[in-house]
């Protein structure tokens, strides 16, 4: 195995790394990301981590950039990054041998979102579902705005049809409410009335168990593919609509954020950028 070129002392700092990464709950591709980015690095090296110095990642780095886009320079730099930065929490080495201007710049993307049209093909298509579970899914993420993991951690108990509102944990490990319509409140009824007594998970598969992320997806996928939108739906595009919305009926942005569950207003500001050029074309249509 390509795992075994790798000197015993750093193949345990990386399991070490990639296991604490997996209780701070980061997902199953940005583990395996992370892990063959880590496994390519410490194939050219084949001494200690705690003697890798600035020197030796430049010299890494030139060759591995060539051809490679900034999107993927960065993608690098960040998992080196991480691993270097537990590797000094936990005092393996003294110092830390990545350096900021490394990162490439890259211009702000802007977030994808459904337009009005798009969006009610969706809503149609997730409404004429037969499974219950999955229209709810469907519509959480529409009327939320909640990330992926989110909704994979929801428990019943978490839920409060009476409020609507479901408690979240966040980036960060950060607690939130996230608000629902009644409609919402409807379906995660039914879902609920399906489940088993007692607490448990709020979304699960026919075995009982707590629905998996991919399972997940591929629910949003289909919906997708069936409203013939033209490219992939994933719940990310959920989130950036229903901020984008929300941008767009007049509401705060500080009240975006909290919504949203945002760390920085920075991230909020994005989808008032988006805006912009709606803006500009409604103002010239009205001073025709």
């Known amino acids: 195995m390509i795992d075994n070129q790798i000197s015993p002392e750093n193949y345990k700092m990386i399991n070490e790394f990639l296991e604490f990464l997996e209780v701070e709950e980061y997902s199953t591709n940005t583990l395996n990301t992370y892990r063959r980015i880590l496994i390519t690095f410490f194939m050219r090296f084949k001494f200690s981590v705690s003697d890798i110095s600035y020197k030796e990642v430049s010299t890494w780095l030139e060759k591995f950039e060539k051809g ?61 579902l037969s499974n219950v579970r999955d229209r709810a899914i469907a519509e959480l993420f529409d009327v939320s705005g909640i990330r992926l993991c989110e909704l994979h951690g929801l428990n019943k108990e978490d839920i409060n049809l009476i409020e609507r509102t479901a408690l979240v944990l966040g980036k ?46 591929y629910i949003i996928e289909r919906i997708g593919r069936a409203s013939n939108l033209g490219r992939n739906l994933h719940p990310q595009i959920y ?50």
């Open 68 to 128: 490679k886009s900034a999107k993927s320079i960065n993608l690098t730099l960040s998992a080196l990054s991480s691993f270097f930065k537990f590797c000094y929490n936990e005092r393996y080495i003294t110092r830390f041998p990545i350096k900021k201007i490394w990162f490439c710049k890259i211009g702000d993307s802007m977030p994808k979102y459904l337009d009005k049209s798009d969006h009610a093909k969706v809503r149609i298509t997730a409404q004429r």
């Open 172 to 217: 960060g490990k950060k607690q939130r409410l996230a608000n629902f319509t009644e409609y919402c409140a409807f379906l995660l009824e039914r879902v609920m009335n399906e489940l088993p007594p007692g607490n448990g998970p709020l979304f699960v598969s026919l075995k009982k168990t707590r629905l998996c992320r991919r399972s997940i997806q």
């Open 239 to 288: 989130r950036h609509t229903f901020a984008t919305d929300l941008v767009n009926k007049g509401a705060d942005l500080q009240d975006v954020q909290d919504e949203l569950g945002h760390a920085s207003p920075d991230t909020t500001k994005i989808y008032a950028r988006i805006l912009q050029p709606e803006i500009l074309n409604v103002y010239r249509r009205c001073m025709e």
